[in-house]
């Protein structure tokens, strides 16, 4: 069974503003799903008809085979959203907005009241439960829009940039929530800017650009498409030669650092025994770039100095 | 297996939103019940106490109790009306009722939700103003089934009245525009202080197309057993409106008029 699936979907604003040219998609159930694309891409418009908060102009969308446009209420109650902008009643107490949340998914209200207090205690915000919410920090109110989106325990999730300036700290700990809550059993769908948290997190991946899905994949076969990586060498002892290694790339930074652009094709080892016979020696190395997000950049058609 | 969506579902979700309507409408009650009942002690004191007393008998019966259901009826449609354009209208700019819009419950339910968080104010003001006259004039009741159900059901018209106009408004300004310019003055024209046989000919005719006359007249017949015009015709106008305003509420939410894009 696919957790969603959307057929020709297309979404045109006024002013004959084109979101979306037609996306066809499919998440199948279990999977942790990223979607990807620069601001504008109609990322947002994509989450919103599948949420129902956005009218599609012409195409279907699908959740656990169930419309979107024909049977709304049966399809929302298999989602749960976590919107990119705070939408909570800022006046309101953190128990209460989860609680009445439940209760407009027809969680009766103990058992609502039983799962906010497990929501929120597991993502850090059980002291602040009973406070104003407006006083959160921005962090907090992106983790109580998650527990808000737990509590009816929705088969799909779905997550709109839910780490968008979030610490790293808080980041981590929102990353292991969600993969737990996947592991369990929970169709996870993810937009972000981070890239690394694609990489680390999801399975599968789609990249739309311009109301466009243009890649379509599992997160390893698009990262098997990347033909050139470049590498960050630090060296022990500054170096005046630039080494020369027949079908690599290699660029001075600084004099105790190199940077290697490497096809797929060509053997580690081969650079490193010209470094050793030429008396360099490397003392650590790393990407010089998340790979994914190299990738991304040449799919959507950024140039990287430009960026 | 999918999640399902029950005859339950719906219920809880309805009470779900009538506890929150009627937990705002506490938690903030310097601003919800207090200042109604405060304004009509005011008209009391004046128009009833001090005026009043020089205005002598209205349709028969003394003016100060005469006036009564009137502005108890001023009271339940100006509070029916400001709850559900302000809570509703406030959900929409704080864009809180996302929660509503993206969860499995249907128009009807949201609808009927932020109707019964409207009753409840404009029945707890009513009720307070009530009390308020009958320390000036008394307590009068010709009919307990009249005066309760002209209440609820004025209160039902104009929550669904105040809906629309949460629905379609864009700012602040645009939910106090109606009551300011047309409520208010249909109320004071609506015959709360005056009986319409007073008005010269064509006034008169002209008074009779206004809705609110006939709601203040028969709750004046609930609670004093005089009217002006027909109850008949005044629950036929009651009804008509109400369910006019209720099929334009919900084919506005159905289409997301004003809520989704």
């Known amino acids: 069974m696919n957790a969603l699936e959307v057929r020709d979907l297309k979404k045109v604003y006024r002013k004959d503003v084109v979101a979306l040219k037609g996306v066809n998609l499919t998440v199948e159930e279990g999977d942790f799903f990223a979607l990807l694309g620069p601001n504008g891409a109609g990322k947002s418009t994509l989450i919103g008809i599948v949420s129902s908060l956005v009218n599609a102009t012409s195409g279907e969308t699908k ?52 799962r906010a207090e497990r929501y929120l205690k597991k993502l850090g915000l059980w002291d602040k439960a009973f406070g104003p919410s407006r006083q959160l920090s921005g962090g907090m109110k992106r983790r109580l829009m998650i527990a808000r989106a737990m509590v009816h325990e929705p088969k799909l999730l779905i997550l709109d940039e839910p780490t968008a300036g979030v610490d790293i700290e808080i980041r981590r700990s929102m990353w292991k929530f969600i993969s737990e809550i996947n592991a369990a059993g929970t169709t996870v769908i993810l937009t972000t800017h981070y890239l690394e948290e694609a990489e680390n997190l999801c399975r599968n991946v789609a990249i739309i650009d311009h109301g466009d899905i243009i890649e379509n994949t599992s997160i390893k076969h698009l990262l098997g498409k990347l033909q050139v990586e470049t590498f960050v060498l630090d060296l022990r002892e500054p170096n005046e030669t630039l080494p020369e290694v027949d079908g690599i790339e290699i660029v001075q930074r600084d004099p105790s650092t190199l940077e290697a652009s490497i096809p797929k094709s060509r053997s580690l080892n081969r650079l490193f025994r010209v470094l050793e016979e030429q008396g360099v020696e490397v003392i650590s190395m790393r990407n010089k770039a998340n790979r994914l997000e190299e990738l991304f950049m040449r799919l959507v058609g950024i140039d990287e100095e430009a960026a | 297996m999918s999640v399902e969506v029950s005859a339950s579902t719906y219920w809880t979700g309805f009470k779900t939103i009538l506890i929150k309507e009627v937990t705002r409408i506490v938690r903030i009650w310097p601003q919800t019940l207090i200042p109604p009942v405060i304004t009509m002690t005011l008209y009391f004191v004046i128009f009833g106490s001090i005026i009043g007393r020089r205005v002598g008998e209205m349709g028969g ?43 499995p ?27 308020v006259a009958g320390f000036f004039s008394g307590f009068h009741m010709h009919n307990v089934a009249v005066t309760l159900s002209i209440l609820l059901l004025t209160a039902i018209v104009f929550a669904l009245g105040g809906f629309i106009n949460a629905i379609y408004a864009q700012k602040f300004d645009d939910i106090a525009i109606i009551p300011t310019f047309v409520l208010q003055p249909m109320t004071y024209l609506g015959g709360v202080f005056f009986s319409v046989g007073l008005l010269p000919g064509v006034w008169e005719q002209l008074a009779l197309a206004n809705p609110i006359l006939y709601m203040v007249n028969a709750l004046r017949y609930g609670m004093l057993g005089i009217t002006d015009v027909s109850l008949g015709l005044a629950y036929f106008m009651i009804l008509l409106f109400g369910a006019a305003l209720g099929w334009i509420s919900l084919m506005l939410l159905k289409r997301g008029t004003g809520l989704r894009t």
């Open chain 1, 63 to 114: 959740v656990f085979g169930i419309s979107v446009q024909k049977e709304r209420s049966r399809a929302m109650a298999q989602i749960g959203l976590v919107p990119q902008e705070v939408n909570f009643n800022q006046f309101e107490k953190p128990i209460d907005i989860v609680v009445n949340q439940g209760g407009y998914y027809g969680v009766p209200r103990r058992l609502a009241r039983e």
């Open chain 2, 61 to 103: 019966i003394d003016y100060m109790e005469f006036i009564v259901p009137g502005l108890i009826m001023l009271s339940v449609i100006t509070n029916s009306y400001g709850n559900i354009t302000s809570s509703f209208f406030g959900a929409k700019f704080g864009k809180h009722i996302e929660e509503l819009l993206i969860s």
């Open chain 2, 105 to 131: 419950l249907p128009p009807w339910i949201i609808l009927a939700g932020y109707v019964s968080g409207a009753i409840f104010r404009a029945l707890v003001v009513g009720f307070l103003v009530w009390l």
